[in-house]
């Protein structure tokens, strides 16, 4: 009888503490915060899993565990050098002092706001302080490979950054987390998310890619008549040179041919005096025999042709 | 349940204990219906991540599956050999599943500032895998969002370190494969619990109101290959036939030599041959000679006047005397 009272008022007790709350779950994905009456208790429990509480006065209050996100709108700002800019940054943060959160904002909307403000300010600060080109290169280190500008054919050239998007972000990331600290929020990255020319500016921007593209342009125009006109010297020089040289090579081997021939003549000719009459003899008839046809002519009778019949005739 | 009919006529004490007869059929119903709710699919494409009282506890593998009821055990499923892709600057024409795959503002993703402060618009795509289901579910609130704004993020690092040439023409496998290595060490950075698998750029333009001057670009670039063409043309046309014109003139000089020197030495062969008769008779093979030749000579001219030696001033009655003053001169 005793024990089955005693079963009895254990059920019991343990259905009151059910109804009571006196089990709460904790998620992976969750801190809780017990308060009683109101006022926090107790360190947060981080460690997932089942807990309990005391019933009826302690009150559970879950917080996100993980990494939440911040999207900022993007704000029209002005550089250093005075270009209207669009800035478009996100931040991941999240709840780093679960007490000091439950206090100073307990709940995501006005921990927003918050990040809003203050990163949106420190992003407007950066970005003041900073020339376009700072903004828009992310590694100051990054060099134009040396291959780029013949491979594109043009003379583009990627402009200097002292310091560069990486480094902005980071002193963004420095100046807005301890702003964010006491609120319980910490603040784990800053990212340029768009960076975009205002609509004023853009005009501006088109207009100078058109006279740069333009200006490619003619280069090509001029690169491909000044190479025409290479080519086509050049085949006036081989022109030249092929027919001055083949001109040079004939006179010579006709030149050659001619003294040969006039060394073979003579060699002939010249080897007597008897050699040297005959030729003479035989060159003058032949000349005869190629002048005289078809032509008047005189014949004196003194002529060796006569001679004989003069001879005879005494 | 019985009909209004047939408990119409019957007592209520009847009815009621009639009712409670069937009362433990509800605890029954209640126990196979959390024990039916208690089997689970993991299917192939997925593992199951198993919460015991929110805490994570264990992961299961596709196939069937139990766990405790009664919410004490859940279960999130994580498509892990699913292949993901996120979507910038452009709307798919399919329709699409993921809520991260397509942005809201695509018309804004795609604007960029390229390093020489140039403008483009760049369309790409992130393909992506879920490869820890644990840091993937409870590290960071929404992974997907977030792999989203890093992919925004990296695209304008990395053309914003490049040309605009760079970035629409020649460089575009350079900066695939930098943006990847940069959001693989981004996601790595942020424990999303995700495998950057590749980047892929799309359509990559220059802003509408300055394509005109870039295709004027690409056309001036064949315009000077075609008037290198037409140069290169003409020089082909002309030299190589200048070249076999001026062999053809040296062979022809070459075949004079030869026909020369032949020639010359033939006529020298001759003249030697004959010179060694004359040698033995000059006077009479001379005159042979005149005589045969005059035989040939005279029978060809037009006319002949044969004058004694003694005659002089004939010239001025010849016929040819007309002729001979300019020849003279």
Same mark, same amino acid.
């Given at each position: 009888?005793?024990?089955?009272?005693?079963?009895?008022?254990?059920?019991?007790?343990?259905?009151?503490?059910?109804?009571?709350?006196?089990?709460?779950?904790?998620?992976? @994905?969750?801190?809780?915060?017990?308060?009683?009456?109101?006022?926090?208790?107790?360190?947060?429990? @981080?460690?997932?899993?089942?807990?309990?509480?005391?019933?009826?006065?302690?009150?559970?209050?879950?917080?996100?565990?993980?990494?939440?996100?911040?999207?900022?709108?993007?704000?029209?700002?002005?550089?250093?050098?005075?270009?209207?800019?669009?800035?478009?940054?996100?931040?991941?943060?999240?709840?780093?002092?679960?007490?000091?959160?439950?206090?100073?904002?307990?709940?995501?909307?006005?921990?927003?706001?918050?990040?809003?403000?203050?990163?949106?300010?420190?992003?407007?600060?950066?970005?003041?302080?900073?020339?376009?080109?700072?903004?828009?290169?992310?590694?100051?280190?990054?060099?134009?490979?040396?291959?780029v500008q013949k491979q594109a054919q043009t003379v583009t050239?990627?402009?200097?950054?002292?310091?560069?998007?990486?480094?902005?972000?980071?002193?963004?990331?420095?100046?807005?987390?301890?702003?964010?600290?006491?609120?319980?929020?910490?603040?784990?990255?800053?990212?340029?998310?768009?960076?975009?020319?205002?609509?004023?500016?853009?005009?501006?921007?088109?207009q100078r890619m058109t006279s740069e593209r333009a200006q490619i342009a003619q280069r090509f125009r001029s690169e491909g008549e000044g190479e025409a006109a290479r080519i086509l010297g050049k085949k006036e020089?081989?022109?030249?040179?092929?027919?001055?040289?083949?001109?040079?090579?004939?006179?010579?081997?006709?030149?050659?041919?001619?003294?040969?021939?006039?060394?073979?003549?003579?060699?002939?000719?010249?080897?007597?005096?008897?050699?040297?009459?005959?030729?003479?003899?035989?060159?003058?008839?032949?000349?005869?025999?190629?002048?005289?046809?078809?032509?008047?002519?005189?014949?004196?009778?003194?002529?060796?042709?006569?001679?004989?019949?003069?001879?005879?005739?005494? | 349940?019985?009909?209004?009919?047939?408990?119409?006529?019957?007592?209520?004490?009847?009815?009621?204990?009639?009712?409670?007869?069937?009362?433990?059929?509800?605890? $029954?119903?209640?126990?196979?219906?959390?024990?039916?709710?208690?089997? =689970?699919?993991? *299917?192939?494409?997925?593992?199951?991540?198993?919460?015991?009282?929110?805490?994570?506890?264990?992961?299961?593998?596709?196939?069937?599956?139990?766990?405790?009821?009664?919410?004490?055990?859940? #279960?999130?499923?994580?498509?892990?050999?699913?292949?993901?892709?996120?979507?910038?600057?452009?709307?798919?024409?399919?329709?699409?599943?993921?809520? /991260?795959?397509?942005?809201?503002?695509?018309?804004?993703?795609?604007?960029?500032?390229?390093?020489?402060?140039n403008?483009?618009?760049?369309?790409?795509?992130?393909?992506?895998?879920?490869? /820890?289901?644990?840091?993937?579910?409870?590290? #960071?609130?929404?992974?997907?969002?977030?792999?989203?704004?890093?992919?925004? $993020?990296?695209?304008?690092?990395? *053309?914003?370190?490049?040309t605009v040439d760079e970035?629409i023409t020649i460089?575009?496998?350079?900066?695939?494969?930098?943006? $990847?290595?940069?959001?693989?060490?981004?996601?790595?950075?942020?424990?999303?619990?995700? !495998?950057?698998?590749?980047?892929?750029?799309?359509?990559?333009d220059p802003?509408?109101a300055v394509q005109a001057s870039f295709n004027e670009v690409n056309k001036a670039q064949q315009d000077r290959e075609n008037m290198i063409n037409v140069a290169n043309g003409e020089y082909n046309k002309v030299?190589?036939?200048?070249?076999?014109?001026?062999?053809?003139?040296?062979?022809?000089?070459?075949?004079?030599?030869?026909?020369? #020197?032949?020639?010359?030495?033939?006529?020298? !062969?001759?003249?030697?041959?004959?010179?060694?008769? =004359?040698?033995?008779?000059?006077?009479?093979?001379?005159?042979?000679? =005149?005589?045969?030749?005059?035989?040939?000579?005279?029978? !060809?001219?037009?006319?002949?006047?044969?004058?004694?030696?003694?005659?002089?001033?004939?010239?001025?009655?010849?016929?040819? !005397?007309?002729? $001979?003053?300019?020849?003279?001169?």
């Open positions: 009888m005793r024990l089955k009272l005693a079963v009895l008022a254990a059920v019991a007790l343990f259905v009151v503490m059910v109804a009571g709350g006196a089990f709460y779950t904790v998620r992976e @994905t969750e801190v809780v915060i017990l308060t009683q009456f109101g006022r926090p208790v107790g360190e947060p429990v @981080t460690e997932p899993g089942l807990h309990w509480k005391t019933p009826f006065v302690q009150e559970v209050h879950r917080l996100e565990k993980r990494v939440l996100e911040f999207d900022g709108a993007a704000t029209e700002m002005p550089t250093k050098d005075k270009t209207y800019i669009s800035v478009d940054t996100f931040s991941r943060w999240r709840i780093g002092d679960p007490a000091a959160w439950f206090v100073a904002l307990r709940d995501e909307r006005s921990a927003q706001s918050r990040l809003e403000d203050i990163i949106g300010s420190e992003v407007r600060a950066a970005v003041a302080s900073h020339e376009l080109i700072e903004i828009v290169r992310s590694d100051k280190n990054r060099v134009l490979p040396p291959d050239v990627l402009p200097v950054a002292r310091r560069g998007r990486l480094e902005i972000e980071k002193d963004v990331l420095a100046a807005a987390a301890p702003k964010l600290k006491p609120l319980g929020i910490d603040l784990l990255d800053v990212r340029i998310k768009r960076v975009n020319y205002n609509a004023d500016v853009l005009p501006r921007i088109y020089l081989e022109l030249r040179r092929i027919e001055s040289e083949a001109y040079m090579k004939v006179q010579q081997t006709r030149g050659e041919a001619d003294a040969e021939a006039t060394r073979i003549y003579a060699a002939a000719y010249d080897q007597s005096p008897a050699a040297r009459e005959l030729y003479a003899f035989l060159k003058t008839l032949e000349t005869w025999r190629a002048v005289l046809a078809g032509k008047n002519l005189v014949l004196s009778t003194d002529s060796e042709l006569f001679e004989l019949l003069k001879r005879s005739g005494k | 349940m019985p009909r209004p009919t047939i408990s119409f006529g019957e007592p209520p004490a009847e009815r009621l204990r009639h009712y409670l007869r069937f009362l433990w059929l509800l605890p $029954a119903l209640l126990l196979l219906i959390g024990l039916l709710s208690t089997f =689970y699919q993991v *299917p192939a494409e997925a593992v199951g991540v198993v919460l015991r009282f929110g805490r994570y506890h264990t992961e299961q593998d596709p196939g069937l599956h139990w766990k405790l009821p009664f919410g004490i055990d859940e #279960v999130e499923l994580v498509p892990v050999k699913r292949q993901l892709k996120l979507e910038f600057g452009f709307r798919p024409d399919e329709p699409w599943t993921n809520p /991260d795959q397509v942005g809201r503002q695509p018309e804004l993703e795609r604007n960029m500032v390229t390093g020489d402060l403008a483009a618009l760049v369309e790409w795509v992130v393909q992506y895998r879920v490869d /820890d289901p644990r840091l993937f579910l409870f590290h #960071v609130r929404e992974p997907g969002q977030t792999l989203r704004d890093l992919g925004e $993020a990296v695209m304008r690092e990395v *053309p914003g370190d490049r970035v460089g575009r496998a350079e900066i695939e494969a930098a943006a $990847a290595a940069r959001l693989r060490e981004m996601a790595r950075l942020y424990q999303l619990g995700v !495998a950057v698998n590749q980047v892929q750029l799309k359509d990559v802003p509408q030299v190589p036939k200048a070249t076999g014109e001026a062999e053809q003139k040296i062979s022809q000089a070459e075949g004079y030599r030869q026909q020369r #020197v032949n020639e010359a030495r033939g006529d020298a !062969a001759a003249f030697t041959a004959v010179l060694a008769e =004359y040698v033995k008779a000059p006077e009479v093979t001379r005159k042979r000679l =005149y005589l045969e030749t005059m035989k040939e000579v005279l029978p !060809a001219l037009q006319g002949a006047w044969i004058v004694d030696e003694r005659v002089t001033q004939l010239l001025p009655l010849l016929p040819g !005397a007309q002729v $001979a003053p300019e020849v003279r001169k």
